[in-house]
DNA sequence: TTTTACAATGTATATTTTTTCAATATTTTA
DNA sequence: TAAAATATTGAAAAAATATACATTGTAAAA
């Protein structure tokens, strides 16, 4: 009972720093970490807390913190062996522009590996701190450049 | 399947302007609003419009868009735009006083927040650069200063 | 101290949510 | 248009999450 605020704290730390995709993983680390809790206990602590678990965009779920849209990126590397999940956000299509979200810092690096597939059906691609624009020829559609992205984004929707 | 996109619009509208608990629900609604679906296409629908389940802090919980930050609705008055999961280490209780722990730089802000409370059981504070010294008046119980700075710590919650 | 109230937690269970699988429907391709 | 590929969905099963209840620990009051 005396460790329940150290307790809370460590799954704030777990939580933005890994991307948590059930309760029953959450539980495993922290039981690894030496703290002694079950599922109901977590469950609760995670209510409390307003942790939220939300679709990731990838085809999974993650375990979120209140405010954390601005999460700290804490996976350096953006390369394409990383799991899409850690920095993706969203893509949005609307006519020929393609809008994928980052978290913050990923954009350039993403769009270096986008711009290396050297896709005829991209025209280019400009890349903020957290924010990539694909600009694609006409005529392309939306299913197409998933295509060329999928290893890069593995799993867009499922 | 040609009103999904319209179900889908639907949703947000109820989730933005109704409380829903559970996808059970919100089910019931759109049933009696005309809509044909079934619990599976609606948790299918909240996943990939990312819309999470979270604690409403009242003991319940809410279901929520992307857009709906949490941590604001909690922090209403909490002048600070940081979430409170951003600064809070610890937190500890002898005798009259009472010493917050925060990540460093925070703590002169923090007690700033404390200090516009005027809350009466409060004598005073001192705050360093990652510590604040909370000075109670005689027979405060600590249970009574934590009611007070529950929106500002949401996570002493309990 | 002793009593009392309340908080924290585990166990077992209930509830809720997610997914698998199969059937259709829709869209794309040829 | 017909065939092929994709997407959507429901029903049932599986998985995940939440809670009722009982117990124990902790703090406040007397």
Redesign the pocket.
Known sequence: ????IE?IQKIKEIISSTKI????QLLDILLEEGY??????L?????RMRIA?V?DGCG??S?ILPGQNVAKTLNTSHSSSVPASNWFISIDFSGQFCVIKTRPGYAGGIALDIDAKEADQIMGTIAGDDTILVILRGGV?K??L?NILRDIIPII?K
């Open positions: 009972m005396k460790n329940k307790r995709e059930s309760q029953g002694d809790l079950t599922q109901a206990t469950s609760r602590d995670l209510k678990k679709g999974g779920y375990y559609r299913k197409e998933i929707d």
